[in-house]
């Protein structure tokens, strides 16, 4: 079959090498795609934004392409789904309705509490003085989330009142992430260990992913302030069996019922961002799409042919198929532009990116071709993600292909994977 993918960040990249090495897939198209994607086999990139949905379906119509792939936020919240259904054309993701659970926190957290699903209590204002009178009387640490889609960036984790002040008064009247702002949820603080879980749905049978771990905080040790992701490792030691029945039975069980019995059904990627209090998950978030950066060691670990099982989904037959991943252990580290998540540069040419190593591969987020060099056009710019026997030898490969990568201005944490490494060097 033919696949195209939307989308042009490492995820998509990602996306369109395991499509690309299936035995079912025979081309895949990534609109608009990165250099990294041109340079796998198979792979052809093709200008076209991800919101034009005209083009898009367009392009299905004469590639003749079987399955189109989703892999951003935006074109979700607009509807892409919608639009490819009025022409028939396969897309694997979800309706802009069932998006809501990702595009709106406000109705994510409202849908969770109708359908008992455990997350953190939360108040929803447009109101700055109703916001800062709850985060008077709750203190901190306390939660402040932007509504909308902020491209992973709306969320601060307030240790003091000031800084939970200073977040909501961002949003509610400095418009510091626009529309998507003009709401705000504040949550309470849940101390615990997070963890992504992924899952394929057909709107009422699903199959888990592998599971994994994203380090958002920019720098080492979980410091500083969030970003879009700064690396992660698959699996996540904290999603013990214990843990995962408690996932599948409190939280997936009831949002992919939940969703279908309120006209909604969940057909796509379904990512939740899970808090693990003792061995109690609550949700964090809902992502309607895979998540970045997990989506690329996830897949480095894949081993069954994600086309016929997204294209399964779509035809509601994920009953009667299974999913297969390695037994190794995959570490992503992002590396990252001088300034990110703030204000950065672009234009830097980058070294080192011809030096392969056969336990590790680079997958291409922020780059572009700039007279025939590859230069950064991002803040997370690549995902370095290395294979091992465990942890260690999986964060050995990842770092030891990420030094020999260099450009000006480059930024990556040292420590991704480091609570799976403590773990593993608990005695007993």
Known sequence: MNVLVVGSG????????????????????????????????????????????????????????????????????????????????????????????????????????????PTAGAFITQDLEEASEFIHQKGAPIVVKADGLAAGKG????????????????????????????????????????????????????????????????????KGPNTGGMGAYSPAPVVCSRVYEKVMHKIVKPTIQGMASEGSPFQGFLYIGLMVVGDEPRVVEYNCRFGDPEAQPVLMRMKSDLALLCSAALEGGLRNHQIDFANECAVGVVLASEGYPNKYDVGFPIAGLD?????????????????????????????????????????????????????????????????????????G
């Open 355 to 427: 030096d392969e190593m056969p336990n590790a591969k680079v997958f291409h987020a922020g780059t572009r071709n700039l007279n025939g060099q590859t230069v950064t056009n991002g803040g997370r710019v690549l995902t370095v993600v290395g294979l091992g026997d465990d942890i260690v030898d999986a964060q050995k490969a990842a770092y030891d292909r990420a030094s020999n990568i260099k450009w000006d201005g480059m930024q990556m944490r040292s420590d991704i994977g480091h609570r799976a490494v403590e773990r593993l060097n608990q005695p």
């Open 155 to 222: 969320v601060t984790v307030a240790r003091t009142t000031s800084e939970a002040l200073e977040a909501a008064a961002g949003m509610l009247t400095e418009a510091r992430f626009g529309d998507a702002g003009a709401t705000v949820v504040i949550e309470d603080f849940m101390d615990g260990e997070e963890a992504s879980f992924t899952l394929l749905s057909d709107g009422v049978d699903v199959l888990p992913l592998a599971s994994s771990q994203d380090h958002k905080p920019i720098f080492d040790g979980d």
């Open 10 to 117: 490492g995820r998509e990249h990602a996306l369109a090498w395991c499509f690309a090495k299936a035995s079912s897939v025979e081309q895949v198209f990534v609109a608009p795609g990165n250099p990294g994607c041109q340079g796998e086999h198979g792979v052809s990139n093709v200008e076209i934004d991800p919101s034009d949905f005209s083009a898009l379906a367009k392009l299905v119509q004469t590639e003749r392409v079987d399955l189109t792939v989703v892999g951003p936020e935006q074109p979700i919240s607009e509807g892409i789904r919608d639009y490819f259904d009025r022409f028939d054309l396969a897309c694997f993701a979800p309706t802009k309705a069932a998006g809501r659970l990702e595009s709106s926190k406000s109705f994510a957290k409202d849908f969770m509490s109708r359908n008992n699903i």
